[in-house]
């Protein structure tokens, strides 16, 4: 579905992509992993034809170099964060079909697959940020393409929003669309991910399966778990007894888990009849930023 062989760009001297080299099947989901700077969004960028770049690209079997636009038809994308016009979900989805060409019936069908249709008569001013991110990916699905693309598309929503757009993503990737999209969250990358291309300082350092990403990497996991001003001593308890290594901040505390350990702390904290508010997973080094940030 896509291949891309030597790209290359720089900005003066300084190398955004250095020679990298991949294929992508139809119906995988790929993630690209990597720091700010590393060549994520400038990989995007070319995918869409809206980069030059020297190298070989293609699309859907569309050369990006000789018709971006033809290529670019076959992409749906969907940005960290859309700005739309102040209309109604409805409204905007008809304005955008109308743009794309795609036919007044699909309007409906995209409100139903990313679960918007009850919130179709709504202005877009009054959604909230989940709600914003599932409309711009409505928008992505509008022409029926077959890939889709995604940049940090989780990155600005709060945990139940991010469940809830992986949740589409993995329906739509399922149903055979090709995903590529970039991400700073491992828990999203094993989510989504089938395949994972990893970048650092514009090349492509490694390729390995989502699950392996971690321990190559050497990165650190670590759950996040909110629990009541009235609890928090008990919470002490249960993690000491459990052995897990943490660090309390404000009402909530970091656990340091592996990938397939994030659970165990929730379990010992139920087991102990302490309800757990929320949580969410953080990979990586952590930064806590002050005593009393919750």
């Known amino acids: 579905m896509i291949i891309a062989k030597h790209l290359t760009k720089h900005y003066g001297k300084n190398a955004a992509l250095n020679d990298v080299s991949f294929a992508i099947e139809a119906g995988e989901s790929v993630a690209l992993w990597g720091a700010n700077g590393a060549g994520k969004t400038t990989t995007l960028r070319c995918l869409l034809g809206v980069q030059g770049f020297e190298g070989e690209l293609t699309v859907n079997a569309i050369d990006v170099c000789k018709n971006s636009k033809v290529a670019r038809a076959a992409i749906g994308y969907v940005p960290q964060e859309a700005a739309f016009y102040d209309m109604t979900v409805l409204e905007t989805l008809h304005f955008y079909a109308r743009l794309k060409k795609a036919p007044a019936q699909r309007v409906s069908m995209v409100l139903l697959q990313v679960q918007l249709e009850e919130h179709a008569a709504k202005r877009v001013n009054m959604l909230s940020g989940g709600m914003k991110q599932r409309l711009a990916l409505a928008v992505a699905l509008l022409a029926d393409p077959p890939v889709l693309v995604l940049d940090e598309p989780t990155a600005n929503l709060d945990v139940k929003a991010q469940r809830d757009f992986i949740h589409s993503v993995q329906n739509l990737n399922q149903a055979g669309k090709t995903i590529v999209f970039s991400s700073h969250r491992l828990d999203e990358v094993v989510a989504l991910g089938t395949r994972v291309l990893v970048l650092a300082d514009g090349s492509l350092t490694l390729e390995c399966q989502p699950h392996e990403l971690a321990e190559k990497l050497g990165l ?5 778990i909110w629990v009541a001003a009235h609890h928090k001593q008990d919470t002490r308890k249960v993690l000491d007894e459990g052995g897990f290594t943490y660090m ?16 165990e702390p929730l379990r010992s904290l139920e087991a102990a009849s ?5 949580f969410d997973l953080i990979d990586g080094e ?7 940030h919750d």
């Open 220 to 224: 650190h996991r670590w759950l996040r």
């Open 248 to 263: 309390p901040n404000g009402r909530s505390f970091y656990v340091q888990v592996n990938l397939g350990g994030k659970i």
């Open 274 to 278: 302490i309800p757990v508010e929320d």
């Open 286 to 292: 952590l930064v806590l930023q002050g005593a009393n």
